[in-house]
């Protein structure tokens, strides 16, 4: 089987190429090689496992390019929350209108697709009280406790980059109605191969970054924010086994990809400076919320247990080790990187 990878030189993509090639499957990418997402483009292309096209996924003419293949696996997007809320017209482009000539070009060959969506279509997710029973956006009052985010539930994107992902499902469900279709929505991926220098998206580097200088870990807000942290192999896992899986009939096949169990940005942050060489150098906190930013997530992993796909290996703890690990003697950009991406919110209104 040949596998068409968009975003395939990236972090997933990479992870998920050389699985598929172990496995006997032939893998081709169409990536763009951006530079915020790729310090060294032609290290990233030189290490894809397969044929590289390089092409931007909302050009038509990257997608004329392109021999036939047997599965489509639909990645390449813009991922950072803050940075959305001052791109709008690039994450669109790059995520609705990427994933629309995607969809459109496996449709006309008849081939399943599975599409990288995003946690962000939940938004704030859903919450449970005595008094007002489930809601979703934000609580409704201080008694409400947050409950994990189930397919089901209604879209309630809070940032850019969640809106353009839940209008990237609605087209690709358009598209393709006839059950050729998967959408995997996925938590918090962390993991060796994660951009180090890329300061509009993951935490995690950003703490390395600052625990090289033996400086102060920086968390926003009182630290009580919980995420789902997903492991790169265990979501490639389920990748692998969702590409092996029959197609459905009917309706796009949706599921979450996380651990299932909350972990606390304070707990987070703790486990990272315990992963270090250097030792806690502390945490000091900052008063300022991101535009765009959600308080708790967390996936209900129910629909993946009964399409009896892999389950997650990695506590978090132990991801976050072993990202560590691999980071530590590797490049990035310094701590400054992300200062400047915050301080300049402000400036764009992204902050409260």
């Known amino acids: ?17 050389h699985s598929l090639v172990s496995a006997g499957h032939g893998v081709l990418a169409l990536d763009c090689l951006l530079r915020q997402v790729h310090a060294d483009p032609e290290a990233s292309a030189a290490a894809f496992p397969g044929d590289l096209v390089r092409g931007d996924v909302a050009d038509g003419d990257a997608w004329d390019a392109l021999p036939d293949v047997d599965h489509l696996v639909h990645l390449a997007a813009e991922t950072g929350t803050g940075q959305s809320m001052y791109e709008a017209d690039r994450y669109h482009r790059v995520n609705v209108e990427g ?15 599975i599409v990288m969506s995003s946690r962000a279509v ?3 997710g859903a919450y449970v009280c005595r008094c007002h029973g489930t809601t979703f956006g934000p609580p409704p009052c201080a008694d409400a406790q947050p409950r994990a985010s189930r397919e089901s539930d209604p879209h309630r994107p809070v940032s ?27 938590q918090n991926v962390i993991g060796p191969g994660q951009a180090l220098h890329n300061p509009y998206t993951g935490v995690l580097a950003a703490f390395v970054a600052l625990l090289k200088e033996e400086r102060p870990l920086t968390i926003y807000g009182d630290g009580e924010q919980t995420r789902d942290l997903l492991h790169v192999d265990d979501l490639t896992a389920m990748l692998h086994a969702l590409i092996d899986l029959p197609a459905a009939t009917g309706a796009p096949r949706i599921v979450n990809a996380g651990s299932g169990i909350r972990t606390r940005l304070l707990d987070l942050a703790r486990a990272t400076a315990a992963a270090s060489p250097l030792g806690d150098p502390g945490i000091v906190h900052v008063e300022v919320h991101r535009a765009g930013d959600i308080t708790h997530a967390c996936a209900d992993m129910s629909r993946a247990r009964e399409l009896a ?8 703890d132990a991801a976050v080790a072993d990202f560590v690990r691999w980071a530590w003697t590797r490049p990035g950009a310094t701590s400054q990187a992300w200062a400047s991406a915050l301080d300049e919110l402000p400036a764009r209104g992204a902050t409260s």
């Open 1 to 17: 089987m040949k596998v068409l990878l968009t975003g395939g030189a990236g972090f997933i993509g990479g992870r998920l190429a």
């Open 99 to 113: 994933t629309r000539k995607a969809t459109a070009w496996a449709a006309a060959r008849g081939i399943p697709v």
């Open 122 to 124: 939940y938004g704030e």
């Open 309 to 316: 796909l892999p389950q997650p290996h990695w506590r978090a």
């Open 160 to 186: 850019v980059y969640g809106q353009t992902k839940s209008l990237a499902e609605q087209v690709a469900g358009e598209l393709l109605a006839d059950g050729s279709l998967t959408i995997v929505r996925p």
